[in-house]
Protein backbone atom coordinates (compact mmCIF):
# COMPACT_ATOMS: atom_id res chain seq x y z
CA UNK A 1 0.00 0.00 0.00
CA UNK A 2 1.17 3.26 -0.40
CA UNK A 3 2.25 5.72 2.47
CA UNK A 4 2.73 9.39 2.42
CA UNK A 5 4.87 10.84 5.53
CA UNK A 6 5.59 14.25 7.01
CA UNK A 7 7.73 14.00 9.30
CA UNK A 8 7.76 17.75 10.39
CA UNK A 9 3.93 18.63 12.66
CA UNK A 10 5.16 22.49 12.83
CA UNK A 11 7.67 24.56 10.99
CA UNK A 12 8.20 28.29 10.99
CA UNK A 13 9.79 30.80 8.85
CA UNK A 14 10.55 34.65 9.21
CA UNK A 15 8.89 36.56 6.76
CA UNK A 16 11.19 37.12 3.81
CA UNK A 17 12.95 33.36 4.51
CA UNK A 18 13.05 30.05 2.56
CA UNK A 19 11.67 27.07 4.25
CA UNK A 20 11.38 23.55 3.01
CA UNK A 21 8.63 21.14 4.29
CA UNK A 22 9.71 17.83 3.96
CA UNK A 23 7.22 14.56 2.32
CA UNK A 24 8.65 10.83 1.83
CA UNK A 25 6.44 8.10 0.38
CA UNK A 26 6.41 4.32 -0.47
CA UNK A 27 5.08 2.80 -3.48
CA UNK A 28 6.11 0.49 -6.05
CA UNK A 29 4.49 2.11 -8.55
CA UNK A 30 6.95 3.33 -11.32
CA UNK A 31 4.60 5.68 -12.61
CA UNK A 32 2.57 8.49 -9.91
CA UNK A 33 2.36 11.98 -9.80
CA UNK A 34 3.02 13.88 -6.58
CA UNK A 35 1.26 16.83 -5.01
CA UNK A 36 1.26 19.54 -2.14
CA UNK A 37 -1.88 21.32 -1.12
CA UNK A 38 -2.40 24.04 0.92
CA UNK A 39 -5.48 24.73 3.56
CA UNK A 40 -5.20 28.19 4.92
CA UNK A 41 -7.50 28.27 8.94
CA UNK A 42 -11.09 27.47 8.06
CA UNK A 43 -10.41 27.92 4.04
CA UNK A 44 -10.31 24.63 2.04
CA UNK A 45 -6.91 22.78 0.72
CA UNK A 46 -6.12 24.25 -2.99
CA UNK A 47 -3.36 22.95 -5.00
CA UNK A 48 0.12 24.85 -4.79
CA UNK A 49 2.28 22.38 -7.19
CA UNK A 50 2.00 19.20 -9.01
CA UNK A 51 5.11 16.91 -9.80
CA UNK A 52 4.89 13.72 -12.79
CA UNK A 53 7.05 10.97 -11.29
CA UNK A 54 8.07 10.64 -14.85
CA UNK A 55 9.73 14.01 -15.26
CA UNK A 56 13.04 14.58 -13.88
CA UNK A 57 12.85 18.28 -13.62
CA UNK A 58 11.73 19.47 -10.91
CA UNK A 59 8.60 21.72 -10.51
CA UNK A 60 7.71 25.47 -9.94
CA UNK A 61 5.18 27.04 -9.25
CA UNK A 62 6.02 31.11 -8.61
CA UNK A 63 7.74 31.09 -4.92
CA UNK A 64 6.89 27.53 -4.69
CA UNK A 65 9.46 24.83 -6.24
CA UNK A 66 9.77 21.10 -5.63
CA UNK A 67 12.77 18.71 -4.84
CA UNK A 68 12.05 15.41 -5.93
CA UNK A 69 14.29 12.48 -5.79
CA UNK A 70 12.54 9.69 -7.04
CA UNK A 71 15.39 6.70 -5.84
CA UNK A 72 14.96 8.36 -2.68
CA UNK A 73 10.76 8.90 -2.11
CA UNK A 74 11.24 12.24 -1.32
CA UNK A 75 9.06 15.17 -2.21
CA UNK A 76 10.29 18.58 -0.57
CA UNK A 77 8.33 21.61 -0.86
CA UNK A 78 10.45 25.12 -1.04
CA UNK A 79 8.85 28.24 -0.16
CA UNK A 80 11.23 31.13 -1.29
CA UNK A 81 10.16 34.71 0.16
CA UNK A 82 8.03 33.44 2.36
CA UNK A 83 4.91 35.80 2.82
CA UNK A 84 2.10 35.78 5.78
CA UNK A 85 -0.34 34.60 3.02
CA UNK A 86 1.84 31.12 3.35
CA UNK A 87 0.55 30.29 6.64
CA UNK A 88 -1.28 27.23 6.59
CA UNK A 89 -1.02 23.76 6.70
CA UNK A 90 0.76 21.52 4.05
CA UNK A 91 -0.44 18.27 2.36
CA UNK A 92 1.99 15.80 0.46
CA UNK A 93 0.06 13.81 -1.40
CA UNK A 94 0.43 11.22 -3.77
CA UNK A 95 -2.01 8.93 -6.34
CA UNK A 96 -1.08 6.68 -9.38
CA UNK A 97 -1.01 7.37 -12.49
CA UNK A 98 -3.72 7.70 -15.10
CA UNK A 99 -5.82 4.60 -15.52
CA UNK A 100 -5.35 3.58 -11.64
CA UNK A 101 -6.98 4.65 -8.76
CA UNK A 102 -8.16 7.91 -8.04
CA UNK A 103 -7.74 8.65 -4.69
CA UNK A 104 -5.19 10.87 -3.55
CA UNK A 105 -3.31 9.36 -0.45
CA UNK A 106 -2.04 11.93 2.09
CA UNK A 107 0.41 13.04 4.45
CA UNK A 108 -0.54 14.26 8.22
CA UNK A 109 0.54 17.72 7.37
CA UNK A 110 2.99 20.25 8.39
CA UNK A 111 1.20 23.25 10.14
CA UNK A 112 3.70 26.23 8.79
CA UNK A 113 3.70 29.59 10.48
CA UNK A 114 5.38 32.95 9.17
CA UNK A 115 6.74 35.54 11.61
CA UNK A 116 6.33 38.85 10.95
CA UNK B 1 -13.30 31.53 -9.12
CA UNK B 2 -15.88 28.61 -8.93
CA UNK B 3 -15.61 26.75 -5.30
CA UNK B 4 -16.78 23.49 -4.28
CA UNK B 5 -19.29 24.53 -1.23
CA UNK B 6 -20.20 22.20 1.76
CA UNK B 7 -22.95 22.54 4.03
CA UNK B 8 -23.25 22.57 7.20
CA UNK B 9 -20.06 23.49 8.34
CA UNK B 10 -20.56 21.68 12.22
CA UNK B 11 -22.85 19.16 12.65
CA UNK B 12 -23.33 17.56 16.15
CA UNK B 13 -25.62 14.08 16.00
CA UNK B 14 -26.29 11.59 18.41
CA UNK B 15 -25.37 8.15 18.14
CA UNK B 16 -26.83 6.17 16.38
CA UNK B 17 -28.73 9.08 14.24
CA UNK B 18 -28.55 9.68 10.69
CA UNK B 19 -26.73 12.55 8.94
CA UNK B 20 -26.45 13.46 5.78
CA UNK B 21 -23.62 15.88 4.74
CA UNK B 22 -23.80 18.10 2.06
CA UNK B 23 -21.71 19.25 -0.82
CA UNK B 24 -22.10 21.55 -4.40
CA UNK B 25 -19.37 20.22 -6.74
CA UNK B 26 -18.03 22.84 -9.11
CA UNK B 27 -20.60 23.38 -12.10
CA UNK B 28 -18.60 21.85 -15.16
CA UNK B 29 -17.04 18.64 -12.57
CA UNK B 30 -17.98 15.26 -13.36
CA UNK B 31 -15.97 13.25 -10.43
CA UNK B 32 -16.98 13.68 -7.15
CA UNK B 33 -14.96 12.26 -4.00
CA UNK B 34 -15.44 11.96 0.15
CA UNK B 35 -12.21 12.21 1.94
CA UNK B 36 -12.35 12.49 5.68
CA UNK B 37 -9.78 13.52 8.43
CA UNK B 38 -10.21 12.25 12.17
CA UNK B 39 -8.38 15.02 14.43
CA UNK B 40 -4.69 14.18 14.46
CA UNK B 41 -4.55 11.88 11.35
CA UNK B 42 -4.24 11.72 7.89
CA UNK B 43 -6.88 13.09 5.72
CA UNK B 44 -8.61 9.75 4.21
CA UNK B 45 -10.40 8.98 1.07
CA UNK B 46 -13.91 7.14 1.32
CA UNK B 47 -14.91 7.24 -1.97
CA UNK B 48 -15.42 8.60 -5.42
CA UNK B 49 -18.77 8.95 -7.73
CA UNK B 50 -18.99 9.64 -11.49
CA UNK B 51 -21.82 9.03 -13.82
CA UNK B 52 -24.64 8.04 -11.12
CA UNK B 53 -21.68 5.28 -9.22
CA UNK B 54 -19.61 4.72 -7.07
CA UNK B 55 -16.51 4.07 -9.32
CA UNK B 56 -14.03 3.53 -5.74
CA UNK B 57 -14.21 3.03 -2.44
CA UNK B 58 -12.14 2.71 0.27
CA UNK B 59 -12.34 -0.18 3.12
CA UNK B 60 -14.00 2.60 6.13
CA UNK B 61 -16.83 2.73 3.12
CA UNK B 62 -18.89 0.39 4.89
CA UNK B 63 -22.66 0.08 4.47
CA UNK B 64 -23.35 2.71 6.98
CA UNK B 65 -22.36 5.11 3.97
CA UNK B 66 -23.78 5.89 1.19
CA UNK B 67 -23.49 9.00 -1.40
CA UNK B 68 -25.57 10.44 -3.74
CA UNK B 69 -26.33 12.73 -6.29
CA UNK B 70 -29.76 13.63 -6.15
CA UNK B 71 -29.99 16.43 -8.50
CA UNK B 72 -27.80 18.49 -10.85
CA UNK B 73 -25.77 20.07 -8.41
CA UNK B 74 -25.76 18.39 -5.21
CA UNK B 75 -23.73 15.66 -3.68
CA UNK B 76 -24.55 14.22 -0.49
CA UNK B 77 -22.89 11.79 2.34
CA UNK B 78 -24.96 9.99 4.64
CA UNK B 79 -23.85 8.01 7.44
CA UNK B 80 -27.24 5.96 8.64
CA UNK B 81 -26.04 4.72 12.19
CA UNK B 82 -23.26 7.38 13.38
CA UNK B 83 -20.91 6.05 15.85
CA UNK B 84 -18.50 8.11 18.58
CA UNK B 85 -15.55 7.53 15.78
CA UNK B 86 -17.67 9.08 12.97
CA UNK B 87 -16.46 12.33 14.18
CA UNK B 88 -13.82 13.71 11.71
CA UNK B 89 -14.15 16.93 9.05
CA UNK B 90 -15.28 15.57 5.90
CA UNK B 91 -14.14 16.95 2.90
CA UNK B 92 -15.64 16.81 -0.38
CA UNK B 93 -14.28 17.04 -3.96
CA UNK B 94 -14.51 17.74 -7.47
CA UNK B 95 -12.83 17.17 -10.63
CA UNK B 96 -13.77 17.63 -14.53
CA UNK B 97 -12.26 14.37 -15.18
CA UNK B 98 -10.35 11.35 -13.52
CA UNK B 99 -6.75 12.02 -15.41
CA UNK B 100 -3.69 12.53 -12.66
CA UNK B 101 -1.71 14.12 -15.19
CA UNK B 102 -4.32 17.05 -16.30
CA UNK B 103 -6.69 17.52 -13.66
CA UNK B 104 -7.10 18.43 -10.21
CA UNK B 105 -9.10 17.78 -6.95
CA UNK B 106 -10.79 21.05 -5.96
CA UNK B 107 -11.67 20.63 -2.55
CA UNK B 108 -14.24 22.36 -0.24
CA UNK B 109 -13.62 23.34 3.03
CA UNK B 110 -15.59 20.65 5.09
CA UNK B 111 -17.85 19.80 7.49
CA UNK B 112 -17.10 19.00 10.89
CA UNK B 113 -19.21 15.91 12.69
CA UNK B 114 -19.25 15.27 15.69
CA UNK B 115 -20.59 12.75 17.47
CA UNK B 116 -21.86 12.71 21.00
Known amino acids: AQTVTQSQPEMSVQEAETVTLSCTYD???????LFWYKQPPSRQMILVIRQEAYKQQNATENRFSVNFQKAAKSFSLKISDSQLGDAAMYFC?????????????FGKGTKLTVNP | EPEVTQTPSHQVTQMGQEVILRCVPISNHLYFYWYRQILGQKVEFLVSFYNNEISEKSEIFDDQFSVERPDGSNFTLKIRSTKLEDSAMYFC??????????????FGPGTRLTVL
Open chain 1, 93 to 105: AYRVSQGGSEKLV
Open chain 1, 27 to 33: TSESDYY
Open chain 2, 93 to 106: ASSVTRSANTDTQY
